[in-house]
């Protein structure tokens, strides 16, 4: 006998690689007259990632980087905190030094999936390492606002219009059991549909809570953000799993702490019923103990520690 998978669009294979477009994309800028850079300097290791699968001990994706990239995801707070057109990573006198690109993306990225409110400003930047002008010969390293973006204005507005719909929601649910907030949460955000055409507006909260049209990953960001506001553990894991689509294809789920264990968690596959006849809500990805569903693993440049064997 055959095991029975149920189908989810193809699109959806695409959906983190549209996020990598999103984050991942990356412009090289070559300075003429800065000559080879100079070696990366010693690099203190990341703090040994502790074992959690059956503790109900917390973790945020900032705990598996290392001293350098730690420094970019507090800069990228600090930048946040008044925002603007460019978002400051990292600046250092020196030369030219393009491995600083992929710290600061994963720095970034890191900083979005444990802050998924800041989601409404950090998608759809890419990420530029420029000389700054008279000097002394320092760079900065910075996140600037693509062309298809929304502008700075309207993100900071769609960002104040999440946290409130988040904050009336979850106030709307604050007596009910752990389990009970985490059915509401769900049976909310599944009120939405999955964005077939993968657009770049659709990986953001404001996407799956107020457009109610996302991708997994814009799913996953509401979920964590309602749950942290809740005081539920919860995490989002971005790797890779085969259902029905292309091997290693991208995606993005929840891990979430209920009755003594991490249980998965995946609001876009319950989102899409069309193809597999889902009622509506679905309920087949919704605090299920198979963790591994479907062949899911981390990406390894993004560790979760309840995944051990991915780290």
């Known amino acids: 006998m055959k095991l029975r998978i149920d ?3 193809k699109k959806s294979a695409f959906a983190l690689k549209r996020l990598s477009a999103l984050l991942l994309s990356v412009f090289f800028v070559l300075l003429a007259a800065c000559g080879e850079p100079e070696p990366p300097a010693e690099r203190e290791p990341a703090a040994p ?26 800069t990228i707070g600090k930048s946040l905190k008044t925002p603007s057109e460019d978002v400051l990573i990292y600046e250092y006198k020196g030369d030219y030094m393009d491995f600083l690109l992929k710290d600061a ?3 970034m990225t890191c900083y979005v999936l444990d802050n998924p409110l800041e989601s409404e400003l950090l998608v759809n930047r890419d990420i530029r390492i420029e000389k700054v002008p008279k000097s002394g010969g320092r760079y900065r390293v910075y996140a600037y606002r693509r062309e298809e973006a929304d502008t700075l204005e309207l993100s900071v507005m769609k960002r104040r219009d999440v946290e409130t719909v988040s904050r009336n929601f979850t106030d709307s ?8 907030k985490l059915r509401a949460i769900h049976d909310r955000l599944c009120r939405g549909k999955y964005d077939l055409d993968v657009a770049s507006s659709s990986h953001t909260i404001y996407s799956a809570l107020i457009d109610k049209l996302a991708v997994c990953d814009g799913y996953a960001y509401a979920f964590k953000y309602l749950c942290d506001l809740s005081g539920i553990k919860c995490a989002v894991v971005i790797g890779s799993f085969d259902k029905n689509v292309a091997s290693d294809s991208g995606h993005a789920w929840n891990i979430v702490w209920y009755e003594d264990s991490w249980k998965l968690v995946d609001i876009s596959c319950d989102v899409y019923d069309e193809a597999a006849g889902y009622e509506s809500p679905s309920y087949r990805h919704f605090l299920s103990d198979d963790l591994y569903m479907y062949g899911r693993k981390p990406y390894a440049a993004y560790p979760v520690p309840v995944y051990k064997e991915y780290q």
Do not use: C, N, W
């Open 7 to 9: 189908p989810v669009p």
């Open 49 to 74: 990632v502790s074992e959690i699968r059956s503790s109900g001990a917390g973790f945020t994706h900032k705990d598996a980087l290392d001293k350098l990239q730690m420094e970019m995801y507090e």
């Open 105 to 107: 993306l994963t720095a």
């Open 173 to 180: 649910i604050a007596d009910l059991s752990d389990e009970e």
